[in-house]
Structure formats: C-alpha cells, structure tokens
Nanobody, 127 residues
Framework: QVQLVESGGGLVQAGGSLRLSCAASGRTFSRYAMGWFRQVPGKEREFVAAISKSGTSTHYADSVKGRFTISRDNVKNTVYLQMNSLKPEETAVYYC????????????????????WGQGTQVTVSA
C-alpha cells in the first residue's frame, strides 16, 4: 500500500511563500510521475503541477506558472511544491498524488491520471 504524507501548509499573507512537502512510502517512488492538486470546498479538485519520474520534465497550470515550482528528491522519496507570490484565491487544501505513469501526459493533468492521494494540507492565504 502507498502512503503519502503532505506537510508544510499553513497561514501566509498575500505575496508570501510556502514550501509543501510530500513524503511517499510503499512504492518505488522513482518509477512514477507525481502531481499536486488543490481543492476548495464545493469545487472540483484542480491540477496545479506535475513532475516526471526523473524530475527532468514538469508541467504547471497556467495560473501558477512562474510562481510555483515542483521538484522531487528520489533518494528521500519526497516531492516538493515551492509556492511564491501567493494569492488569497489560492487558499485551498493541497494534495499530492502518485501518477499511473512515469512521464507527463495529458492524463497527469487530471485526477484520473493518479492512483494514490495524500490526506492534504491546508494552505490559507490572507489578504
């Protein structure tokens, strides 16, 4: 069984930064792409960023390009999301997930492209 544990969420002022971490266990981490999503109550879970198994390819939602950076450490079995210039509308629960493939495809921008999910970490951006 795969376990994903997110951390690093919290309260930050608009324009501030946070770094989320997601520690994985129970699967060969380096074989699979990883992704970050976010969700606001009452809305669909939204794709944020994805990274290939090797870390050489990344993809971002247009809304976060230039401000967020996804990275991974295959030795530590951890994926990160560095979030800069945060906006109040980005207040959400952020989830990491293990993709079904090792590369970034159209599927890795959708929830259906992922097998396992973490429990989420709350990010609150105050105005």
């Amino acid at each position: 069984q795969v376990q994903l544990v997110e951390s690093g969420g919290g309260l930050v002022q608009a324009g501030g930064s946070l770094r989320l971490s997601c520690a994985a266990s129970g699967r060969t981490f380096s074989r699979y792409a990883m992704g970050w999503f976010r969700q606001v109550p009452g809305k669909e879970r939204e794709f944020v960023a994805a990274i290939s198994k090797s870390g050489t390819s990344t993809h971002y939602a247009d809304s976060v390009k230039g401000r967020f950076t996804i990275s991974r450490d295959n030795v530590k079995n951890t994926v990160y999301l560095q979030m800069n210039s945060l906006k109040p509308e980005e207040t959400a629960v952020y989830y990491c997930a293990v993709a079904r493939s090792g590369i970034i495809t159209s599927a890795t921008m959708t929830q259906g492209g992922y097998d396992y999910w973490g429990q989420g970490t709350q990010v609150t951006v105050s105005a």
